[in-house]
T-cell receptor, first 110, second 113 residues
Framework: QKEVEQDPGPLSVPEGAIVSLNCTYS??????FMWYRQYSRKGPELLMY????GNKEDGRFTAQVDKSSKYISLFIRDSQPSDSATYLC??????????FGTGTSLTVIP | DAGVTQSPTHLIKTRGQQVTLRCSPK?????VSWYQQALGQGPQFIFQYYEEEERQRGNFPDRFSGHQFPNYSSELNVNALLLGDSALYLCASSSGTGGETQYFGPGTRLLVL
């Protein structure tokens, strides 16, 4: 069983839609949860970081962590064509070694 | 403020050769982690360097080795290259107390023929 499971998509939505991206994980000891955005042929760009459980909001982005269900989510409101990218979830026990999902490919259609 | 930089951007090698990739961390960061990202996959943790020592290692063979210099820059060395080593190699930097905020460089794309 993989440490982190993420639906690879692809996901295609119209501009302005609310996007929901999700990951599940198997290790209940994970404490650090991250979301990265990766454009084609570029390095991942940090979007959101959450420690332990709860919600975090930053502009159009909201990250949620449900440790009881071992499930994390990223919501994107008012999606824009510039949001088209691959979204990677990542998590860690200690904040050193991170385990990544395979990434979800998102396309926002104008 | 320069972010994480990596060199070279692209590299082509043949099976059996050796390769060295380089990384300079973001200003103020002292910890460097290396990841391998195969096409269509998420990054896989190779190892992390802090205070010039390997602090943690993922599930990679000894053919993968590294080094960190006093200025916090780092090298990743891969010996006896295999076709399966073809991937994007990413460097991430963070501060030493905890790697939770890791910033990635643009990566080095390695092709092994």
């Amino acid at each position: 069983q993989k440490e982190v499971e993420q639906d690879p998509g692809p996901l295609s939505v119209p501009e302005g839609a609310i996007v929901s991206l999700n990951c599940t994980y198997s290790n209940s000891a994970f404490q650090y949860f991250m979301w990265y955005r990766q454009y084609s042929r570029k390095g991942p760009e940090l979007l959101m970081y959450t420690y332990s459980s709860g919600n975090k909001e930053d502009g159009r982005f909201t990250a949620q962590v449900d440790k009881s269900s071992k499930y994390i989510s990223l919501f994107i409101r008012d999606s824009q064509p510039s949001d088209s990218a691959t979204y990677l979830c990542a998590m860690s026990l200690t904040g050193n070694q991170f385990y990544f999902g395979t990434g979800t490919s998102l396309t926002v259609i104008p | 403020d320069a972010g994480v930089t990596q060199s070279p951007t692209h590299l082509i090698k043949t099976r059996g050769q050796q390769v060295t990739l380089r990384c300079s961390p973001k200003s103020g960061h002292d910890t460097v982690s290396w990841y391998q990202q195969a096409l269509g996959q998420g990054p896989q943790f190779i190892f992390q360097y802090y205070e010039e020592e390997e602090r943690q290692r993922g599930n990679f063979p000894d053919r993968f080795s590294g080094h960190q210099f006093p200025n916090y820059s780092s090298e990743l060395n891969v010996n006896a290259l295999l076709l399966g080593d073809s991937a994007l190699y990413l460097c991430a930097s963070s501060s030493g107390t905890g790697g939770e905020t890791q910033y990635f460089g643009p990566g080095t794309r390695l092709l092994v023929l």
